[in-house]
């Protein structure tokens, strides 16, 4: 049986939407925690699925001095299943082009299937309705 909130409890539900759409504008961790909404809440945006980690933190911290122009070239080299490629390839494409439609980007992959699978991922990104809301 699905529980409804008061009155109350909707317009803070809302204006907490609100607010995390807003800094996921800015922010690239708030941007991969709004993408992945609790399965068991999804309408409450203080949780996630996604899990904040101290790499997490330092790849977006890259992205960000990317996007502040700070940084034009970057390689990064780091073990499997850090979450590299959610962060680098994916996101941090689409969370950029979200921020200025004109800009270039170039994402360099080993292979063509990775490249083709990055780009669907992208794509399918900036066409989900939270991206729309973000940007």
Same mark, same amino acid.
Do not use: C
């Given at each position: 049986?699905?529980?409804?909130? +008061?009155?109350?409890?909707?317009?803070?539900?809302?204006? *907490?939407?609100?607010?995390?759409?807003?800094?996921?504008?800015? +922010?690239?961790?708030?941007?991969? *925690?709004?993408?992945?909404?609790?399965?068991?809440?999804?309408? +409450?945006?203080?949780?996630?699925?996604?899990?904040?980690?101290?790499?997490?933190?330092?790849?977006?911290?890259?992205?960000?001095?990317?996007?502040?122009?700070?940084?034009? *070239?970057?390689?990064?080299?780091?073990?499997?299943?850090?979450?590299?490629?959610?962060?680098?390839?994916?996101?941090?494409?689409?969370?950029?082009?979200? *921020?200025?439609?004109?800009?270039?980007?170039?994402?360099?992959?080993?292979?063509?299937?990775?490249?083709?699978?990055?780009?669907?991922?992208?794509? +399918?990104?900036?066409?989900?309705?939270?991206?729309?809301?973000?940007?």
């Amino acid at each position: 049986m699905k529980k409804t909130l +008061d009155p109350i409890e909707q317009q803070l539900q809302a204006a *907490r939407r609100l607010l995390a759409i807003k800094t996921a504008k800015d +922010d690239l961790l708030a941007y991969l *925690r709004l993408r992945m909404p609790d399965p068991n809440a999804p309408g +409450d945006v203080t949780k996630s699925r996604y899990q904040v980690t101290p790499l997490a933190r330092i790849l977006t911290e890259v992205v960000h001095k990317i996007d502040a122009g700070k940084l034009t *070239r970057v390689a990064i080299s780091v073990g499997p299943q850090f979450g590299k490629s959610d962060i680098l390839s994916r996101a941090a494409p689409a969370w950029l082009s979200g *921020r200025d439609p004109y800009r270039n980007i170039m994402l360099g992959s080993y292979n063509q299937d990775f490249a083709n699978e990055f780009g669907g991922n992208v794509r +399918d990104m900036i066409e989900m309705q939270f991206h729309r809301q973000v940007f």
